[in-house]
């Protein structure tokens, strides 16, 4: 029998947005099972559909929790199909959500002790819907992990975990002789482009010069702030979650330059930067 580490809040991570009753309503049912629960919006802007954005972000901010945080993933394209529901156990939280990868890379930076799949309804809401499991299973769990709920009287042990789960691997950069092609993984609301190329990989790769080429745009500077750059020049800096990310100082990088997210960008180490 294990207990969930449930000293921590339920953190809610959705492509729901806010214009619609979603959001509300996953909180209520939490509320509903139990009536103290500390309930936290990591964010409900994840594009819709968006497994890897959720991936990311989930990946990204995990770590600024405390011990024992519940996060309830609701980013599941593949709701009313085949795919599971599952809770899964790691060394600090408990993730409560749909097998489609969105997990995957948060679990297995954080250790995975054990995964349960979601099969008991008793701890659903009643009616099951084909659209709505958000609703009718992964919020009335995570509402029953906050209360001590032992999780292997939720579904069924997983004996297999780290090989049962579906995973989802970020795009790495990819080697083209002297040349690395990077992916844009997230563009958050500033229009700051997130690159899948971390400051120490940058460092060392790129030496004394670079040129990054986003789309016809040549990039050569790099700041350690936006303050340091100039009004609507393209730049890129070392963010906050220890990506490299093209920026633009009072302006929009991703609009400027015109472009989206999983677009690719080219880093060379010219001789002569021009």
């Known amino acids: 029998m294990t207990i969930a580490k449930n000293s921590g ?16 309503i996953l909180k209520g049912v939490i509320l509903s099972i139990n009536p103290h629960a500390n309930i936290v919006d990591l964010s409900h802007g994840v594009r819709p559909q968006d497994i890897l954005q959720g991936a990311f972000l989930l990946l990204t901010a995990q770590g600024y929790f405390p011990l024992g945080t519940i996060f309830c993933v609701v980013v599941d394209p593949g ?58 299973i992964f919020a009335p769990i995570a509402a029953h992990l906050s209360l001590g709920r032992e999780t292997d009287k939720l579904g ?41 190329i971390t400051w ?28 340091q750059a100039r009004d609507n020049e393209p730049f890129i800096m070392a963010a906050s979650a220890g990506y490299m ?8 990088a991703a609009e400027q330059l015109g472009m989206n997210s999983l677009d690719r960008m080219v880093l060379t180490r010219p001789i002569h930067i021009v």
């Open 79 to 136: 709701v009313g199909e085949d795919r599971r529901p599952v809770l899964i156990q790691t060394k600090e939280y408990c993730f409560v959500g749909p097998d489609n990868g969105v997990l995957w890379q948060a679990v297995q930076k954080n250790g995975i002790e054990s995964v349960v799949h979601l099969n008991q309804s008793v701890y659903f809401l009643e009616n099951i819907s084909f659209s709505f499991h958000g609703r009718d």
């Open 200 to 227: 120490d990989e940058f460092k060392a790769f790129v030496g004394k010069g670079f040129c990054l080429l986003a789309g016809t745009t040549q990039i050569t500077m790099c700041y350690k702030a936006y303050a």
């Open 245 to 252: 990310e093209v920026a633009v100082k009072n302006g929009n």
């Open 9 to 24: 809040p339920i953190v809610l991570l959705t492509d729901f947005g806010l214009q619609d009753a979603f959001v509300g």
């Open 156 to 196: 069924s042990i997983v004996t297999d975990p780290v090989n049962d789960l579906v995973h989802l691997d970020l795009p790495v950069p990819e080697n083209q002789g002297d040349s690395l092609v990077l992916t844009i993984l997230y563009i958050d609301i500033y229009g700051n482009m997130t690159l899948n």
